[in-house]
């Protein structure tokens, strides 16, 4: 199975602040990434796949990137409604989705 | 609107069983490749299974065992999820989501989670 990295596991951050969160995978994956975001007690909901596209209605302060092994997620103003925990998922394989063990993010 | 509301959880006792439900509104229901995704108490996101739109394919995730069975019944617009000799570890939300289908002219279809339930909880202790 390919394993998914995130990193940092927590992080915590002004209002304002540019945040960007790491994701790695075991192998490559060319860009069949997406991410979720899970606010508490409430269902991931999509916000980005093929690493780069914006799902629709999804805030423009969120963008991806990368390709291969290595992406990156980015909240360019973060805001209050952003305190969540954030998930990258691999889906190269469809016999074998994974997701990596999720960011925590603190809205100071 | 597109909804998914899953049912069926509760707490069981280690090696009971439990079938959970998916009912999806909103969309061509029989067209969609679907998957059942859990999440135990403080954890991540775990994949337990997927199901292509006419059930041609299935697959799970390795470490159920084969003690999971994942099914649909495009006519009822309803998914499901068989879990048998439950253990003390499938304790877990377990949320339904839809397979968006992505395509690559020489790798074919991958498909990612773009609408999920709200999920249904499930509990495993004697």
């Known amino acids: 199975d390919i394993q998914m990295t995130q990193s940092p596991s927590t992080l915590s951050a002004s209002v304002g602040d540019r945040v960007t969160i790491t994701c790695r995978a075991s192998q490559s994956i060319s860009t069949w990434l997406a991410w979720y975001q899970q606010r508490p007690g409430k269902a991931p909901k999509l916000l980005i796949y093929k690493a780069s596209i914006l799902e629709s209605g999804v805030p423009s302060r969120f963008s991806g990137s990368g390709s291969g092994t290595e992406f990156t997620l980015t909240i360019s103003s973060l805001q209050p409604d952003d305190s969540a925990t954030y998930y990258c998922?691999?889906?190269?394989?469809?016999?074998?989705?994974?997701f990596g063990q999720g960011t925590k993010v603190k809205v100071k | 609107e597109v909804q998914l509301v899953e049912s069926g959880g509760g707490l069981v006792k280690p090696g009971g069983s439990l079938r959970l439900s998916c009912a999806v509104s909103?969309?061509?229901?029989?067209?969609?490749?679907m998957d059942w995704v859990r999440q135990a108490p403080g954890r991540g996101l775990e994949w337990v299974s997927s199901?292509?739109?006419?059930?041609?394919?299935?697959y799970y995730a390795d470490s159920l065992k084969g003690r999971f069975t994942i099914s649909r019944d495009n006519a009822k617009n309803s998914l499901f999820l068989q879990m048998n000799s439950l253990r003390a570890e499938d304790t877990a939300v377990y949320y339904c989501?839809?397979?968006?289908?992505?395509?690559?002219?020489?790798?074919?279809?991958?498909?990612?989670?773009?609408?999920w339930g709200r999920g249904t909880t499930v509990t495993v202790s004697s």
């Open positions: 909103g969309f061509t229901f029989s067209s969609d490749s």
């Open positions: 998922q691999q889906y190269n394989s469809y016999s074998r989705p994974t």
């Open positions: 989501a839809r397979g968006r289908p992505d395509y690559h002219i020489l790798t074919g279809y991958h498909y990612y989670m773009d609408v």
């Open positions: 199901i292509s739109s006419g059930s041609d394919y299935i």
